[in-house]
């Protein structure tokens, strides 16, 4: 029976407990003791829905099998695609389309299922406690989970977005969220602030003695949680064995996936279906100008003493990248005493450095580059003008990290790049990089955008863009308990 240790402590938990916290009580994350392996060759044939019970069922054993094969088929139907996540080929560019879920972002594919798990988790833990998700989010996780937990019974959420970071459709698309148990706030701060503000509300003891004795548990829909992570391993499996059955590759072949990369958690799915038996040669992390990631997989040392730049692929502006923690406490072997003091090391100096066993570890599975705003942009131009396709800011990101990869190493395995948003949701950035500076705001450009490439609009878009604003609150980012204190007592 697989279980979850804490990263930072003894603590150890089943599936379902793991998954209801979000977050350890120590601080740390939950990681699974052992890597449940899968034989890929197994997978040949099989839906997209198949494989994900696949992976699902080794990580989460606790469910009754039929329940979650009923709750895969419930989350995938609102993918606007049977294939949930197609590969669109052009080229040795192979990007592998996440955003066709119901909000245009990646995070749909986890976001869609975490509702089902935790609420299938609190009736095996026998919670009946409303669980209040809390959401840190820079611009994609906060939407995906408020459709994910809107009107969903025995649940609330509280979103917390940084106020002048997002783009502005992202933006619109969590304040006009409706559902009796959604909570939207701007903070005045950057996700960072979110973030911590949102794990220092976890590791408060007394706050959350205080919340269960009025009826509350928290919970997370961030990557932090270990029900976030697991979904976003399958299309890793998922897109090879596409690439397989297009006859890209052959069964067994090796290959690398570029990921864009801001918290690290889906660049650490990768890295788990590496060590499921997943012949991954690289995973390449693509970052934006907040390359904290970059100057780690040079030096060993991270170092978050730098200043938050907001960038034009804004879901990606993080400096602290909370599953690199998972990383860290996997290539130590597992040494939560070595990760809690270099956790404690961020917060208290906003660094650490590891040995260089622990760096080569990591940099025999990992390449890090990053792409600035310049290339970013170019980026978009160059993908359109050379194959008519539209990519968003963070797609770009990584299609030019894999370029950098490909002229330093000489390295030409195949390699899939993961397109983590819909160009829609960066709208006005698109169709600049395109077309060149516009007047015209992102909402007004969205059809434009549409006429002028080709690319198919979701209409639900459209209606959004004059939908009114029902959340308006903003909040210093440290009164972010305070807000959830309003709310909720
Ligand atoms: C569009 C987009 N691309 C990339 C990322 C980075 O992913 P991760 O945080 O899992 O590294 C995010 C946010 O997480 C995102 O929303
Ligand atoms: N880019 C994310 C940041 C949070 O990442 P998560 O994967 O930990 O939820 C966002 O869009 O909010």
Redesign the pocket.
Known sequence: MLKYNSTRSNITAMPSEAILKGISSDGGLFVPEDFPKIEVESLNGKSYEEICFQVLSRYFHEFDQGDLKDMISQSYGKFNTKEVTPLAAFGDLNFLELYHGPTL???DVALSILPHLLTASAKIQDVDDEIVILTAT????GKAALEGFANVKGTSIVVFFPNDGVSMIQRKQMTTQSGENVHVIAIEGNFDDAQRGVKEIFSDEDYNKLLKKNGFVLSSAN?INIGRLVPQIVYYFDSYIKSVESGKIKMNDPVNFTV????????LAGYYAKNMGLPINKLICASNDNNVLFDFFKTGEYDKNRPFIKTISP??D?LVSSNFERLLYHVSNFDSDFVKKAMDDLSSLGKYKVSDEIKNTISENFYGNYCDEKDTLKTIKNVYDKYGYVIDP?TAVGCKVYEDYKLETGDNTYNIILS??SPYKFTKSVYEAIFGPSELDDYTLIEKLSESTGLSLPNELIAMCTSEDLHKKVCDSHKMKESITEILL
């Open positions: 972002a990646f995070k820079s611009g994609d996780t990557s864009p990369t801001g918290n690290f958690g889906n660049i879901s990606m993080i963070h983590t948003a």
